[in-house]
């Protein structure tokens, strides 16, 4: 593993990505413990761009609901492998 913080150590694909996508996961996550159980990604999504002025002509809703989705995986195996 790179010698880095214990934080970058844990999420480092997370921490190397593009400033909106880790914005957007960020989000989603916040969102989701908020209000668990009952916001859904797309309806989170769609709260990120309306709350910050962008369209979905920049991210589609479906790519980055894949972006979303990628990311999680990869910080839950990050997490299983320590």
Same mark, same amino acid.
């Not at 400033?19 to 996961?25: G, V």
């Not at 990604?41 to 989170?44: G, Q």
């Not at 979303?68 to 492998?81: D, T, W």
């Given at each position: %593993?790179?010698? &880095? @913080?214990? =934080?970058? /150590? $844990?999420?480092?694909?997370?921490?190397? *990505? /593009? @400033? $909106?996508?880790?914005?957007?996961?960020?989000w989603? /996550? &916040?969102? *989701? @413990?908020?209000?668990?159980? +009952?916001?859904s990604?797309? +309806?989170?999504l769609? #709260?990120?761009?309306?709350? #910050? &002025?962008? +369209?979905?002509?920049?991210?589609?809703?479906? @790519?980055?609901k894949? =972006?979303?989705? *990628? %990311?999680?995986?990869?910080?839950?195996?990050?997490? *299983?492998?320590?």
């Open positions: %593993m790179s010698k &880095g @913080t214990p =934080v970058e /150590n $844990l999420i480092s694909t997370i921490y190397k *990505r /593009n @400033t $909106l996508h880790t914005a957007i996961f960020f989603i /996550n &916040g969102q *989701r @413990t908020a209000f668990p159980n +009952s916001i990604i797309e +309806s989170s769609n #709260n990120f761009y309306k709350f #910050n &002025g962008i +369209s979905e002509e920049l991210l589609p809703i479906k @790519t980055a894949q =972006v979303y989705n *990628r %990311m999680q995986k990869e910080l839950i195996e990050e997490q *299983r492998n320590g």
